[in-house]
């Protein structure tokens, strides 16, 4: 169906403004993102790098569609995300996008079971429960289904936030920091199930990191500072 | 079930279970169960009050007239189901053998009376029972009057032209008139002889009393028709409109109920309003993370809805029942006191209780669910901003209104509404302001103290913005609290004072000038406390200022009172004293100078503006075949309902010496002393005895009953405040988790953390007492002006009460909801919450 099914995201041109309101009528508007210019292959895996301020986050945002960038165009899946109101935006990522965040955000009055079957559920699956149990299997807490999030470790966690993000089979995943509150051995076991699960759908990964060996995983790495693209050899990260 | 169904219920079947929606529910259920039992119990001692005291009437309406009725009103009300009994009420001489005496008659039909007991004891049998009206041919009649006519039990009397036999001694008479100068004793008699007697001819002056009696739907369906119907020379009323001291007793209790319901609404009103903030704030994130799965606003909105609709209803179906059961055991306890015809089982409480549980979680639920649906999927990524668009006193308009809506409702008292939501709003006011700068103020005095008390300061400063919505809450809560307390305490003494242990229980009038001496000395060496003998002179006010006060006197003569004060059409009461009545206040004007030998006269201030008399006025009165005429000096307020002889008009000394007096004195006789008084009056036939003990009696049991369901009431109202104080600081508790951890990994020590928590608690609470005290004092003003007329007093010892309490309490929950956090390793809560 796609003309051009190599490139599954594009930004053109993208950038991102905000207005501060300071004393009274003396607004000054604040630049995050300069313009940006970025094609993401479907089945790649990326990692944008960059220290605390850089504006990765924000590329992320806009990138999902969580959020508008203030000029440019971005487009997901051929969908013109700059031009949707948050209904519709809503709607692409229920189709398209999954998602696994630094504090795992998870619902802590729902067990592992239910946490990993609500983008299935809004997908509209009906056998969500089925695919989830398979899911927790396959993140090794297939004996831990009924535990709430407050009695399991950051790590295993982590884990149910994967499986939540996989679940829905998104076209692409977007992951914020995604071992960023965990000590460095679950970091990795948790990195090393990031893209086992990543290469066995063959998703389209873009990941947001400080950390290094994290990004190195990636096929393609990108550095950020003061809202854009840098060299990406030249990048040491400052909170290795 | 569509998706965001199953997903709603299940988020709330688990965060029921966690105990994540305790909080909310509580208040909720709190406000339903408060409602509900209070609303029920209020019912329950209102009927029990009003079938109580309705024997005072014998029955639940009067319709009295100077004419006999319209036989279609009389008609209409057996359409209504209403029990119906007439009376006709008249003086008349009585004669037996030699003796004659004027009496005042009561002709009965059979059913009267509808409500109390009329006691007699029977010739026949000797015994004392509870009787409707007497046989035809029979008469009961007091027992002075046996011993005035000098016949017994069984000999006949002459009334009008018939003869009647003396059947029965009247022990108790519910609708007794409880005037001092009733005229003569009473014979009651069947109404079907009256004709015989040929008493009752055109123009003789006869009262005709229609009771009423029934379901209590009926009695106002038939109020609401009759009432328009009324004539001038007619009356309708009930025992509200008396004016006596019970009257007065009843109105102001359920207004006090009314009034407890109220701020009971109030604080739940608050613990909601808290807690569904704190729902907001839970719930967002889990908002913010279904956005970013693609759940669209409406799906949101959905889910949502569903999710409070389940909650609700659960809350409130939990509130009837808890408050059903706080009924049952509330009734458990009073039960001893309340007569069984007085079971209420009406649906109003019913009805008043779901619609506070609707009314309040809907209007409270609209600006966190605005909130909860309007959260950006950003947050996800950049965390939540607590910041809503739009003017925050607009978003707080639904619950405002809510709560005002309810208030009406609860008391259809649109004063005491305003009264109470008023207060509210400006201690809100008040406290935006003064919160902060008082809180500002402790910096200077924070630094300077110990390491525990700065910390708490700090904490406090640091806190501003949460702390003022803590101070608003809790200086609410105590304020209503205080309310309640002040003004069940204030009520309870006014009651108290008009009803003191040794109130006087009999009067005696018609004593002469000889035995006046006589008697005071009696009384004196027996140690009686008595009102001082007041000499009574019959005369009539002609004229005021040469004006003759013809129309007025016709005028006047519908309004007297039943209470038996004569009106001024007919002959006054006249007195002479020198020394101001207790119980009189003189409100315009000078009372006598002792030196002033000029005649003048004191006059009540209501008669006063009735009859348009001003001080300085010429009145003249006809005394027997003398006219004098003197001026008004003084305006006097009276308390009718003191229990002492109390007069329209009081000459100065001297006016009225030279006419033929009669004294009247009121006094405290104790049980044992009762034989000796029986003796000692038994010497001068002639003094009429008056023995309102009975009365006072069923007064003090009723007092009992409602001072006991204001107990009842206040101690639901402060759990509804505690409520409210431990809401708020289980909303401040996730923060205060995150900054213990923080201050523990700095190195803070446990004691420092607990001293500081408990201080801060404990400032927090005694701010609040404080303010709490001051808006307290300015809404029981008017609370104590508006709604209860009575007179204002200060409360200063309530502003310690409300300081040390406020602290103590705030401190206590503030600290016992910490120490859980604070018993936790510095580890476990680092790992928790960083």
Known sequence: MNIQPKIILECRSVTKSVVTSGHKKGDTTLTILNPIDLQVKSGESLAIIGASGSGKTTLLSL?????????????????????????QRSNVRAQHVGFIFQSFLLINSLTALENVMLPAELKGDS?????????????????RVD????????????????????????????????????????????????????EQQGTTLVLVTHDNQLANRCQRQLTMAAGQFVESQNYVAEAG | MPMWGTQSLRLFRHELRRGELTIICFAIILAVATVFSLTNFSEHIKSAIISESNSFIASDRILQSSRPVDQAWLQQAQQANLDKAELLLFSSMVFAKEEMLLASVKAATIEYPLRGELLVTDLASGETKSQKAPNIGTVWVERSLLNKLNVQLGESIEL?????????????????????????????????????????????????????AGDKQDIESYETWIKPLIQDNQRFYDIKSRQSPLARALERSEKFLSLAGMLGILLAAVAISVASNRYKQRHQPMVAVFKSMGASKNYIAKLYLLHWTCLSVFSITVGLLVGYVLHIVAMNFISDYLPNSAMY????????????????????????????????????????????????????????????????????DITLTFILIGSSVVVVGVLMVLGYSLIRLGRGVGSGAGKSLHLAIANLQRRAKQNNVQLISFTIAIMLLLIMLVVRNDLLDDWQAQLPENAPNQFLVNVNKQQAPKVEAFLQANGMKTTELYPIVRGRLTAINEDKVGKQVSKEEEDKSDQGRRGIGRELNLTWHDKLPTENIVVEGKWFEPSDLTPQVSIEEKLADRLDIKLGDELTFQIGSEVITLPVTSLREVNWQSMQPNFYMIFSKGVLSDFPATYITAMYVPMLNKPQMQQFLAQYPTISVIDVDAMINQLRTIITQVSLAIEFILALVVLAGSLVLIAQVQASMEERE?????????????????NATLLEFVVLGGISGFLASVIMEVAVYFVQTELFKMTVSWHFEYWLLGMAAGGAFVGLVGFLSCRRLLNLTSVTLIRRTL
């Open chain 2, 738 to 754: 995150r900054e213990l951890a923080i201050l523990r990994t700095l190195g803070a020590k446990g004691s420092l953390l607990r």
């Open chain 2, 160 to 212: 009008g032209v018939a003869n009647f036999t003396v059947a029965g001694v009247i022990e108790k008479e519910p609708d007794a008139s409880f005037s001092v100068f009733t005229q003569g004793p009473r014979v009651i008699m069947n109404m079907a002889d009256v004709e015989q007697t040929q008493i009752v001819q055109p123009g003789s002056r006869i009262t005709y009393r229609y009771l009423f």
């Open chain 1, 127 to 143: 056998d969500a429960r089925e695919q989830a149990l398979i899911m927790l299997d396959k993140v090794g807490l297939g004996d």
């Open chain 1, 147 to 198: 535990h709430y999030p407050g009695m399991l470790s950051g790590g295993e966690q982590q884990r149910v936030a994967i499986a939540r993000a996989f679940i829905s089979k998104p076209d692409i995943l977007f992951a914020d920091e995604p071992t960023g509150n965990l000590d460095s051995n679950t970091g990795d076991y948790i990195s090393r199930l990031l893209f086992e699960l990543n």
């Open chain 2, 345 to 412: 089982d009406g649906m109003y409480p019913l009805i008043v209780a779901i619609s506070t549980g609707v009314l309040c979680a809907g209007a409270f639920a609209i600006t966190p669910m605005r909130a909860l649906i309007a959260t950006s999927a950003l947050a996800v990524v950049r965390g939540f901003d607590d910041v809503m668009g739009g003017n925050p006193w607009l978003r707080q308009l639904p619950s405002f209104l809510a709560v005002f809506a309810l208030l009406l409702l609860f008391s259809k």
């Open chain 1, 63 to 87: 990138m999902a569609g969580l959020d508008l960038p203030s000029t440019g165009e971005i487009y997901l899946k051929e969908n013109p995300l700059h031009q949707f109101d948050e209904e």
